[in-house]
Every structure is written in structure tokens, then in C-alpha cells.
């Protein structure tokens, strides 16, 4: 009897090559090629380019623009994350206790995620328009006329608004996650804490957070993830500005190549970020790995 | 945990009551979906009724126009077909290689799977705007820009990680002997694949399949920068233009997103449960 060979060999790389050949090409490959751009001077349009080494990089440091969107991309980073995070725990938490219309309350709050970015932010858009918007409306409607104002048209409050409408649609995910997970723990648990005297609050701390350690790493690690491709709704709100007050490294990346014609300089902030967004998310694409091989 | 990609458990039932919860919860969801119901009770009101009683009043008439209106100037046909075709060709595309790399993966014991896994799931962490610029000149030097086809490419790159990662994990639970018993009936690996792990794995296919559509459907950066022509456009793009062109028009754009949103929240509706459960198995692996 012939002896079992431990690799698959050429049929095995045969139903891998497609999807390979796909994600190398169509992923791999221009991440690369940005990297390379990102040492050249070139527009994006003209037949040659130069390379210039580093000075993509260093002139980044003097351009207040990218300080700018560094912060903002920083800021989003933490309230985008942080706020859904807290927000879809409690949220899993009291569906998982006695409420009624379960099915249609998880609908509801997971409902904007579905949702086009661009149509959120027409939405949201909409919502804040200063003079038929939904929300001075309804500042006005309750005496409130000091705070109406043009939410997304000045800086100290767009960046903000922009966040609203983001944590609106990302609520429902973490919410989701924790949910699936709330109803791993053991339910003998809680029982036994409540005989024993633990109140609601002593039971959510030393049941329930433990028991949602795995959950609370794959929610955040995700969260973050996905806190760096912020382009689409920035882009479809506020366009980064006013002046560029609500500009983040992927909008900004976006203007240098396609209106200012700097497409070396656009792709060195694009791979500053990304270089930022994968250390960062390594240790998740290490336990994804580690879980699947084992 | 071992959820895997099927449909998820039921909600607990749980003991019933709970009214002061409720009451709160419901009022919370009433909160949340607001913006939604403000955009219906204005896409149905003439402009004149919206202009004259504000955003948060009730109509006073009621009409269908603002529909016609938006689908004609939004170009609405277009961009749905478009968005259409762009589906029907990328989603089945995408989810049969995805299938095929995932079974290479999890059964066929393929040389280097640790290495190659981990760098398709690394490409969940990229940012679409790190490639823009060479998928441009790529799409541009094949005379792919300004075309459905062009979009094709990298749609799918940018899908397969998560749909290997929901895959693999599906299709390494079939156990070994239902293939080990069919190889020795003479099947090859193909047959293998086509008649016995496809079919194991269809709620994981069916979850992917939703999830990649939702994904296709919305995507955004890379129609804007490929895209030029108003015939060519997806949903996503024509609604920013139309957003543009009736930003004074609250009863107009309010049509013209509901136009836009409608069709997935129905799809979302009767297929939340296959959603729901497609994110938590390609997450919660815990």
C-alpha cells in the first residue's frame, strides 16, 4: 500500500490558485506598488516619475494637514470604537434578560449596518442640515434655538457629528457578538451567585465580563480594524472639511492623488496608515491563524 | 465556542416579563430607527407641506411624487442594473473560488496552509485606499476604467479573506470518514468537493453568500475612482451625485434614499438571521 503523503501537492494548489492568484493580483500586488509610489514623485498621470526616496515621508511631517488627520483618525479611532463597544454590550445584556420583542429589538439596532455608508451619511447629512434638519428642528421644539447650529459646517462640531453617525451604525455589531456569546455562559453560574447573595452588578462583573473575554477581544480587534478604513462616510458627509477639519489619512490620501495630481505623496500617507492599521491588528490575524491550524 | 456559519440558535426565551425594561428598550429602538421613520414621513409629503410645517411635523397631504421625481432625475434604473449585473457577477465568482482555497485548506492539507492563511486574513486588516492607485493604472492600462468589469477584480480580492476565514473554519468540521468513504468509491478530489463538500456546507455558503452581497452592494472607493460615466455608475455613487444635486430638496432626497436603502432593508429583513449568524461564526471563535 502506497504510503499516505502528507501534503495535498499540485491538487491542493489547484483549488487554492484561483483565489490566490485573485487576492495576490488584485490586493497584494497594488498594496506593494504603493509602497514603491510611495517613494517616487509622481502625479498619477504623466508616463514617468523620479524617485525621491524618503521625501514623501518627510514632508509629511511638515504638512499640518496630516497632523490634522492623524488626530482625527486617532480621535475616531477611540469614539468609534470605544462608545459602540460599551454601548452594544449593554445593549446585548439587557436582551439577553427579560425583555419582550427580542427578535425585532436586535432587528432594529443592527438595521443601520446594512446600509450603504454613502446613504448614511445622506441620512445623517440630512439630519443636520441647519435649516430642514431633523435635529435644530427638534432643538427648537423644545426652546432650545441657542444650540441650534450648522453641525457638520463648523469645526468644532463636525468631526463630532461625523462620529454620531457612525457610532449609530456601529452599535449593532458589537451587540450582535455579545449576544452570541452571553448565551455561552453557563446560566447555572448566576444562579448559583444569586443563591450565594451577588447582586446584579457583582454577577455582571465576576460572570459575565469574564465569560465574555474571548468575545471582548474579537469585538474590539475588529472595531479597530475597521476604525482605520474610515473613508466613505467622511468623504460622503463633510468631503473633510470644513476646511479640513474633518480631513482623515484615507481622505486626504484620496485628495493628494486625484485633485492635487501628488500621487507619491497620496500613497505614502496611505501606507503610513496601513503600516499603523496591521501592527496593530497582527495579533488578531495570529490567534485567527493559530485557531484555524491547530 | 464553536459556533460555526449556521443559522443562530434561537434567542433564549428566557422568563417573560421584564415590563420596565421593555418600555425602555423600546423607546431605545424608537430612538435608533427614528432617522429612518423621519425619512419615510418626508419622502411621502409634498415640498411645499415639508417647507411650511418643518422636518418633525406630520403631513398634512400625502403624495407619491417625490418617487417619480428622484427615480427619474437619480438615474435609479441605471444604477440598479449596474448594481445588479455587478452582484450577479462577482458574488457566485467569489464565494466558489473562496470555497475552493478553503477546502484546499482545511482538508487537502496543502504545503505552507499556516503561511498562506495568514496572509489572506491579513488582508482584512487593508485598507482599500492603500491599492486605489495601482488598481486605477491596472484598470486604466487593460481599458478596464469606466466599466462593470474593471470592478470585478479587485471586489473579489477584497472579499475573499472573510469568506475564506467563515469557510475553512465551516468546512474542517465535515468529518474526515465522509470523505475518506467517497475516495474509496472512487471519487476524486473534484467530485469530492462538488458533491460533498459544497452541499455540508451550504448554510455556511448561504451566510457568505448574503454577507459578500451586503459588502458588494455598498462598496464605494473603488466605483468612485473607477467609474466616470452617469451609465456606468453603481448605487452607491449615483446616490452621492443625487445627494449633490437635491441637497435643497429635503422631500426629493429623502425619496431618492429611500429608493436607495429600501431594497436591502427588505433583504435584510427576511435574511437577518443567516446575517447574524455569518458574523458571529467569523468572529466568535473564541
Known amino acids: ?294 | 465556542m464553536t459556533t460555526v456559519a449556521a443559522p443562530p440558535e434561537k434567542l433564549k426565551p428566557g422568563p417573560r416579563g421584564g415590563f420596565g425594561t421593555t418600555v425602555g428598550m423600546t423607546i431605545a429602538a424608537l430612538v435608533w430607527i427614528s432617522p429612518l421613520v423621519l425619512l419615510v414621513i418626508t419622502g411621502v409629503r409634498p415640498l411645499a407641506d415639508f417647507v411650511s410645517h418643518g422636518p418633525l411635523s406630520w403631513p398634512g397631504t400625502f403624495t407619491l411624487g417625490n418617487f417619480a421625481d428622484a427615480w427619474n432625475i437619480g438615474n435609479f434604473a441605471t444604477t440598479y442594473r449596474n448594481s445588479t449585473v455587478l452582484l450577479l457577477l462577482k458574488v457566485p465568482l467569489g464565494v466558489f473560488v473562496s470555497a475552493m482555497l478553503a477546502y484546499a485548506l482545511a482538508k487537502l492539507r496543502i504545503r505552507f496552509g499556516a503561511a498562506i492563511m495568514y496572509t489572506v486574513f491579513l488582508g482584512l486588516t487593508i485598507p482599500i485606499y492603500i491599492t486605489i492607485v495601482p488598481v486605477f493604472v491596472m484598470a486604466r492600462s487593460a481599458g478596464l476604467t469606466d466599466s462593470l468589469i474593471g470592478l470585478v477584480g479587485p471586489y473579489l480580492a477584497f472579499g475573499i479573506p472573510f469568506e475564506v476565514l467563515v469557510l475553512q473554519s465551516f468546512i474542517r468540521q465535515i468529518p474526515d470518514e465522509i470523505i475518506e468513504a467517497a475516495k474509496i468509491d472512487g471519487a476524486g478530489p473534484w467530485r469530492v468537493f462538488l458533491t460533498i463538500v459544497l452541499p455540508l456546507s451550504l448554510p455556511a455558503l448561504v451566510t457568505v453568500f448574503i454577507l459578500d452581497a451586503v459588502a458588494t452592494w455598498n462598496e464605494f472607493l473603488f466605483a468612485l475612482i473607477l467609474l466616470n460615466s452617469d451609465a456606468s455608475k453603481t448605487i452607491p455613487v449615483g446616490l452621492l451625485n443625487f445627494q449633490g444635486q437635491f441637497s435643497n430638496n429635503s422631500t426629493g432626497l429623502a425619496a431618492g434614499i429611500l429608493i436607495a436603502v429600501v431594497p436591502i432593508l427588505i433583504a435584510y429583513t427576511f435574511l437577518q438571521r443567516w446575517i447574524v449568524g455569518g458574523l458571529t461564526a467569523g468572529a466568535s471563535k473564541g
Open chain 1, 1 to 294: 500500500m502506497k504510503r499516505r503523503t502528507r501534503h495535498g501537492g499540485l491538487v491542493a494548489w489547484g483549488f487554492a490558485a484561483p483565489a490566490l492568484l485573485v487576492y495576490l493580483g488584485f490586493l497584494v500586488y497594488p498594496a506593494l506598488n504603493s509602497l514603491w509610489f510611495s517613494f517616487t514623485d509622481w502625479d498619477g498621470l504623466s508616463a514617468s516619475y523620479n524617485i525621491v526616496g524618503v521625501d514623501n515621508y518627510t514632508s509629511m511631517v511638515d504638512d499640518p494637514v496630516v497632523a490634522q488627520a492623524a488626530l482625527n483618525n486617532l480621535i475616531w479611532a477611540v469614539v468609534t470604537v470605544v462608545v459602540p463597544v460599551v454601548l452594544g454590550l449593554a445593549l446585548a445584556v439587557v436582551l439577553n434578560g427579560k425583555v419582550r420583542g427580542k427578535p425585532v429589538l436586535r432587528l432594529i439596532f443592527y438595521t443601520p449596518a446594512v446600509l450603504p455608508l454613502v446613504s448614511v451619511a445622506s441620512i445623517w447629512g440630512w439630519l443636520y442640515n441647519p435649516q430642514y434638519g431633523a435635529i435644530n428642528a427638534g432643538l427648537r421644539a423644545i426652546g432650545l434655538d441657542s444650540l441650534a447650529q450648522p453641525w457638520l459646517g463648523q469645526d468644532s462640531t463636525a468631526l463630532g457629528a461625523t462620529m454620531v453617525a457612525a457610532i449609530w451604525l456601529r452599535v449593532g455589531f458589537p451587540m450582535l457578538l455579545y449576544l452570541a456569546a452571553l448565551q455561552g455562559i453557563n446560566q447555572e453560574l448566576y444562579e448559583a451567585a444569586t443563591v450565594d447573595g451577588a447582586g446584579r452588578w457583582q454577577q455582571f462583573w465576576h460572570i459575565t465580563m469574564p465569560g465574555l473575554r474571548p468575545a471582548h477581544y474579537v469585538v474590539i480587534a475588529l472595531s479597530v480594524i475597521d476604525s482605520f478604513k474610515v473613508f466613505d462616510l467622511i468623504y460622503a458627509m463633510t468631503y473633510g472639511g470644513p476646511g479640513t477639519a474633518t480631513q482623515v489619512m484615507g481622505t486626504w490620501m484620496y485628495f493628494n492623488v486625484f485633485q492635487y495630481n501628488q500621487a507619491g505623496y497620496g500613497t505614502a500617507i496611505a501606507v503610513v496608515i496601513t503600516v499603523v492599521a496591521i501592527a496593530v491588528s497582527i495579533p488578531y490575524v495570529r490567534s485567527q491563524t493559530k485557531e484555524a491550524s491547530a
